[in-house]
Structures are given as C-alpha cells and as structure tokens.
C-alpha cells in the first residue's frame, strides 16, 4: 500500500536554529497536512497544502507541496523551545484507498536545547 | 464550533481486566471517526474506523473492538486486556475535508 516515509526521525537543534523536514512518497497525493503532536497530547493540523507547488506559512513555519506531487516539506525558522513535538505528515490516498482515511508518516521528532 | 471528547486521560488497568474508553464529538453531525494507537511516542497506528452508526472497520485484528451506539460517540473495548495493549489511544474525526482532529488520547498502561 501506500507509504509516507518522513525523515529525519528525530533532530536535536539548538534554540534560535532553522529546522527542515521532509515527507516522501512512491505515489502521488492530492492533498499533504502537517500536524504537530506535543507530548502527551492528541496531533494537531498545523498546515494543509491542496495544491502541486503551493507555498503556505504558518507563523514561523512553511510548508511546500512539491510539485511531483511525491513530497511535501516543512520548515521552522528560528527555533524556540515550544517547538519541541513530533511532526507528522499525512495525505489521504490518491486511488483505492480505504475511505477518507488519512495515511500517516512515522514522525519527525524534534529537541530543542534552550 | 465542533470539539472532540475523550476520556479518561490516563488509566492503569491490570492484566485480563476488560477496557473501555468513550469519545464523543460535538458541533458535527456523521461524521467519520477513528482510533488510533500510538507506542512510545512514535506511529500513529489506525484500529478501527466508522463512517456511520453501528458501521466498523477494523485495520488490525487484535483484542481490541470498537462499536458506534450513537452518531457522534465511539467506544474502544477489550474483555480481557494484555499487556500489550498499553499505548497512548487517540480518538479522531473528519467532516467533509481531510482534516482531522484528534482528541487529547487516554493514556493505558496494562499491568
């Protein structure tokens, strides 16, 4: 089936640090979303991206549907410690899939040293 | 504006004892929800999921079961847990977009 292969799987950046992560695929998807999960809680929808191409920002954070439709990337300018969580990306499966179903990446677990 | 309810936040059950963990959604009406399982702090893993009431999927047979008595409450189940069922559990809903929300997840651990 289809796969969300994130990397890297953790990081451990110094506060004020650029941060980069990125989610890829043998398929191609139609919709990319990006969630933050902040230890002990539920993930919560950061960016979603509609479009090949699109370039979308949330505050600090930008996230780019690439234009294969194959990757989608976030990025976090000038880390600060509240930064700290597990980045997810997700997209709902382009053909066959089970019903609206999302499917998840493995997560991108970052540190943030003050 | 639509909120999603879960509980209880953490719970210590022992071993074969039976389970059940209740979410509800409000401010929606059909909507699709899921359980997730999520082992130290990594994958989201999907068990069940229902698009309407009394309808469930299940993604991976195990010792879990899900049901949907109502259109916006599902409850996750076990007769008899083992410890391997301990896990951080989150509840989710979608409506018409793909995104979705989660609620704040139970916390179990099996001992």
């Known amino acids: 089936g289809q796969q969300l292969n994130q990397s890297p799987q953790s990081m451990f950046i110094q506060e004020g640090e650029d941060v980069s992560m990125n989610c890829t695929s043998s398929?191609?998807?139609?919709?990319w979303l990006w969630y933050k999960q902040e230890p002990g809680e539920g993930p919560v929808l950061l960016i979603a991206?509609?479009?090949?191409?699109e370039l979308t920002s949330n505050g600090r954070l930008t996230a780019q549907f690439g234009i294969t439709r194959k990757d989608s990337f976030l990025n976090i300018s000038a880390s600060i410690p509240s930064d700290v969580g597990i980045y997810f990306c997700a997209g709902p499966p382009g053909y066959g899939g089970s019903q609206g179903n999302l499917i998840f990446g493995k997560g991108t677990k970052l540190s943030v040293k003050p | 504006s639509q909120t999603i309810h879960q509980w209880p936040a953490t719970l210590v059950q022992p071993v074969g004892s039976p389970l059940s963990l209740e979410c509800t959604v409000e401010?929606?009406?059909?909507?699709?929800l899921y359980w997730y399982r999520q082992a130290a702090g990594r994958g989201l893993q999907l068990l069940f999921y229902?698009?309407?009431?009394?309808?469930i999927s299940s993604e991976v047979p195990q010792n879990l079961s899900a049901s949907r008595p109502q259109d916006r409450q599902f409850i996750l189940s076990s007769k008899k847990l083992l410890l391997s069922d301990s896990g951080f559990y989150l509840c989710a809903w979608t409506g018409v977009n793909y995104g979705y929300t989660f609620g704040s997840g139970t916390r179990l651990t099996v001992v």
């Open positions: 398929s191609i998807f139609n919709t």
């Open positions: 991206l509609y479009k090949a191409g």
């Open positions: 401010g929606t009406s059909n909507p699709n």
């Open positions: 229902s698009v309407g009431i009394g309808q």
